[in-house]
C-alpha cells in the first residue's frame, strides 16, 4: 500500500484539494522544458564588451549599432534545432536601449541609421517564434538603465537623492512594459533581470500591467509574484530532489538575494511549500559570456557538458534555458548552431523513441518491455496539474528468476525525471511508490536504450 502522509496543520498535507497546484500556464511552461534566451543589446557593439550598467551617458552611442546582417528567422532555426519549445528576447538591457518602437525615450532603434531608424527587433524575433512554432517570451531589464543613470533601481548612478527623478523613472518603466505587453500578441513569460521591486518596495507598478495584458505569461518575478524561480547558479543544473513548490508567495526574492539559500531552497525547493514555483536552471552557451564576446568560440560549452545538464535540470524536474549570443552581423555564430543540432540530435536519440512506455495510477506501475533487454534509464513523470504527489519510490527489475530487484530509487518526480543507473537485463520493470501525499497519478514511465 502506498503511504499517505499525515495531513499537518497549515501544511500543503491532508485532502486532495489541499495539495498545491501550479497553474495551466504553468503546467505549460513546465512542458516546455527547454528554451534558449537571446541576448542582443548595445553592449555587443560597445568597447569593452558589456555589463555597463553603469556606464556615462555620453559614451552611449546609438550609432554603433549596426547588425547589418540580423536574422531573427536564423535565430530561430537554433533553437529549433536544439529542441527548444520557448525562446526568450532581451527586449532591454542594462543600456536601457530600446529594441522596438519606442517614443518613450530618445534611446533606440528609432535613434539609429539600422533600418532607417524604423527597425523593430521585438517585433521580428516575435514573428520567426511563431514561424518556427516556439512560444515567444521577453526579458526585460529595467532594474540598471546607463541611459537614465539608474543603477539597482537608483538614480544618480546608484546614489540616489532625486525622488521626482526616481518617480519619473519608475513611471517609464511602467510604458515600457505596456508598450511591450500590448503591440506584439501573446507572450509565454514576461521576465524581469534581477526581479522587479514592488510598489511598496518604491518600484514600477507592473504587475497589474501584466496581468491586464498577458495573462497567460509566466511572470518572473517580485515579492508579489513569482511563477517559476532561478535554481541559484547559472551552471544549468538543479537539485536532486528538485520540488516545484516554495514556502509562500516571497520566498523566491528573498532566497535569490541570500547566498545559502541559493544553494539550498532555490537549488531544491520545498516539498511541503504552499505556492508553486518550478525551477528554471539556465546556463550561457558560451561559458560566462551572455552577449557575444568576439574570439570566444573556445568557449563553447562541449556537448557532454550541455547533456549532462540537461540531465540535472530537466532530468531533475526543472526547465533549462541556454543563452544565446547574436554576434554583432546579427546572426549566432556557427559553431554556436552546430552546437545547439547536436544536442537535438543526442536528446533525440536518447529519449524519442523509448524501449517501452506506459501511465497509471496507484502505488504500482509496472511497464512490459518487448522482450528480456538490457535497460539502464528510466523517465517518470507525473501528471503534476494534481500537483507532486510522490514523496519516495523506487525503481525494480525483474531479473532472471523471476525475482524484482531494485535499479534506482528517489524522492521527487514532479513533471519529470531522468533517472539512470546500471545496465541490468530485465524483462519488466516496476515503478513503486513507497510515500506519497495522495494517490500517485504517473503520466509517464518509461525505459530507454543504454546509454
Known sequence: MVSISPALPGAMFGADSEIVKPLPKQARWQDFELGLVYHFDLDVYMPGGHHHERSRREVLDPGLYRPVRLDTDQWLEAAQAAGARYAILTATHHQGFLQWQSDIYPFGLRQTAWRGGKGDIVQDFLESCRKYGIAPGLYIGIRFNAWWQVYNYEVNGGKGGDPARRAEY???????????????????????DGGVLTPEQGGPDVLPIVEKHQPEAVFYHSQQRAQHRWAGNESGTAGDPCWSTMPDVGSQMRAHADPKQRTTLLRHGDPEGKVWCPAMADAPIREHDWLWIPNTDDRLQPLDRLVDMYFKSVGH???????????????????DCERYAELGREIRRRFEKPLAQTQGRGATVELDLPRPMKVNCVTLMEDIH?????????????????????LCEGTCIGHKRIQPFNAAEVAKLRLHITQSVAEPIIRGFAAHVPI
Open 170 to 192: 519608475m513611471r517609464v518603466c511602467e510604458r515600457i512594459v505596456e508598450e511591450l505587453c500590448t503591440r506584439y500578441g501573446p507572450l509565454c513569460e514576461i521576465w524581469f
Open 317 to 335: 524536474n526543472a526547465n533549462l534555458i541556454l543563452g544565446a549570443v547574436p554576434n554583432a552581423d546579427g546572426l549566432i555564430p556557427a559553431p
Open 386 to 406: 494534481q500537483g507532486e504527489r510522490v514523496r519516495q519510490y523506487v525503481v525494480e527489475g525483474l531479473m532472471p528468476g523471476n525475482q524484482w530487484r531494485s
